[in-house]
């Protein structure tokens, strides 16, 4: 079994949508003005396919082993989440919906918006390569901080994550529910 990582495709939004809603639950509703599942699988997979959200495929990444997508990251940088946010935003008023969308990480930072891998083929390590391969990107960029953010109840998370190099910086909100922001300094 060969695992590669590559930069998603449009094409690919309707293997990746679900694993994004799987990874960032009640937010995609938030995100998406939409509660019926169909409708935010529809909404998240465009968000993809488009090019001007956090979730396009430009910022997102896919682990494929022989060929499947088994696995996606989301990164992109803290400097960038303002405008894909209010491009969401915008979209989203044209449809009758008012939203905001709080920013996720600081303006110096890069940021894991979503790691997740397909309940089919967890426990190979892909979520550590997606991990490794963010930090690759980060090291290649010069270096710096690389980000995310974890709903306090997730101990287990939590635990992985702190393995990983990151430590907990600050309390964080979203969409009303605390997570902790958590921080690791890449070279």
């Not at 008012?98 to 390590?125: F, H, L, N």
């Not at 600050?170 to 070279?187: A, D, L, N, Q």
């Amino acid at each position: 079994m060969e695992l590669t990582i590559r930069q998603a495709q449009s094409a690919d939004a309707e293997k990746i949508a679900p694993l994004i809603i799987n990874a960032i639950g009640d937010i995609a509703n938030h995100m998406t003005a939409q509660k019926e599942p169909e409708a935010v699988l529809e909404k998240i997979e465009d968000m993809i396919r488009g090019e001007n959200t956090r979730h396009s495929y430009h910022y997102t990444h896919v682990a494929t082993l022989d060929g499947d997508i088994a696995g996606t990251l989301v990164l992109y940088h803290g400097n960038q989440a303002e405008a894909l946010d209010r491009y969401l935003i915008e979209q989203l008023k044209e449809q009758g919906h008012e939203r905001t969308i709080e920013p996720e990480a600081r303006m110096d930072e890069w940021y894991i918006d979503t790691v997740s891998v397909d309940p089919s083929y967890q426990g190979k390590g892909i979520g550590s390569k997606l991990f490794e391969y963010a930090e690759a990107i980060v090291s290649s960029k010069g270096g710096g901080k690389l980000s995310l953010n974890v709903d306090i109840d997730k101990e287990g998370a939590i635990r992985l994550y702190k393995r990983l190099g990151y430590i907990v910086s600050e309390p964080w909100t979203i969409i009303g529910e605390p997570f902790h922001h958590m921080v690791k300094v890449v070279s």
